[in-house]
């Protein structure tokens, strides 16, 4: 047990262990029982990057063949409230056991990792509905930002898989800066250059919607479900505001507000309305998932940016 000069009582590992930096801190990226089982990460992870940033990341050959995933149909749950495992849809989605996930332990609300389409190496950054029903956070947004631009840095192409409800709210996350380090995902992906393809499962809410690599802020082809639900807010907060009179002059309000919900989900939650303006370019079964995306970033394997002429952007640190 050591004790600290701020008098509190930590043993070593508490105060700046490896598994303390991967938990709470976020400056450890991945921890090792030994060296053997550390040397094999390494080897994986060096197998998604290419030498230098002049360089294609590394691809493995691949043989198409039937890529229609039926088991993607079955993973959103009807409830919308009701979560499930994003990491199911990007093994369904990837190419076989091909997932190596970063920064695993921290920030459980998205996950970020290096796998592979078609053989082709790719990013994956995904809102994550089991942890705090996938919300951003400040330490979500550092985490997801950190990992965009490092896949920028080394011309590996984004995948952004989207269930996200809207920016976690409170006191905390006022007081510590939610709207800069939102804000840092935002920049990063709009910075990016590499091609970014964004799928939507379910949620995608007001201004996280924009965040998480929207076409507002230049993502290359974005897809969604039809459990798409893209709006400025939920259903049931959206109807309590627009309809506020409407609910407390009927005659049974808590059905009023019901009926007022299932009109606005069916009118405005929808994916078709954002197709329809041009923020989605299709709506897609999810079963077709895998194959849209292997067409997508073969489409756009030798896509080129000329960036403005500058020192450097002006990132919000």
């Known amino acids: 047990m050591v004790k600290t000069v701020t008098n509190e009582n930590v043993t070593s590992e ?4 490896a598994l303390t930096h991967a938990t709470k801190s976020g400056v450890t990226h991945l921890t090792a029982a030994n060296d053997v089982e550390c040397i094999a990460m390494l ?5 998604y990057i290419p030498q230098s940033n002049r360089e294609q990341p590394p691809a493995l050959p691949y043989t198409s063949g039937d890529e229609w995933r039926p088991e993607l149909n079955n993973i959103v ?10 990491r199911e849809v990007i093994a369904g989605v990837c190419d076989t056991d091909s997932f190596f996930e970063i920064h695993p332990q921290y920030a459980e609300n998205i996950v970020v990792g290096f796998s592979r389409i078609g053989g082709q190496s790719i990013g994956i950054i995904a809102n994550q509905p089991q942890s705090l029903a996938g919300v951003l956070d400040i330490e979500s947004a550092r985490k997801a930002a950190r990992f965009t631009r490092f896949c920028d840095c ?26 800069t380090n939102g804000a840092k995902l935002l920049y990063a992906l709009s910075e990016a250059t590499v091609p970014r393809v964004t799928v939507i499962t379910r ?3 007001g201004g996280a919607y924009d965040v998480m690599n929207s076409k507002h802020i230049g993502a290359d082809i974005n897809y969604a479900w039809p459990t798409a639900e893209i709006a400025v807010m939920g259903a049931k907060g959206a109807s ?18 019901l009926n007022k919900e299932k009109l606005y ?17 299709e709506v897609i079964e999810p079963a077709a998932t895998r194959e849209k995306l292997i067409r997508a970033f073969r489409m756009l394997k030798h896509k080129s940016v000329e960036g403005p002429k500058r020192k450097h952007g002006n990132i919000p640190l």
């Open 14 to 17: 508490e105060l700046g262990g």
């Open 43 to 47: 080897k994986k992870l060096l197998s």
């Open 77 to 86: 749950p009807q409830n919308a409230n009701h979560p499930y495992d994003m």
């Open 154 to 179: 080394f011309n590996i192409p984004l995948l952004v898989l989207v269930d996200v409800p809207g920016f976690l709210p409170g006191t905390d996350q006022e007081w510590h800066g939610i709207i």
């Open 203 to 205: 949620k995608a809410y």
């Open 240 to 257: 309590e505001i627009i309809f506020k009179k409407e609910i407390a002059a009927a005659a049974d309000p808590a059905q009023e507000l």
């Open 265 to 281: 989900a069916e009118k405005f939650a929808t994916p078709y309305q954002a197709a329809e303006r041009g923020f989605i370019d």
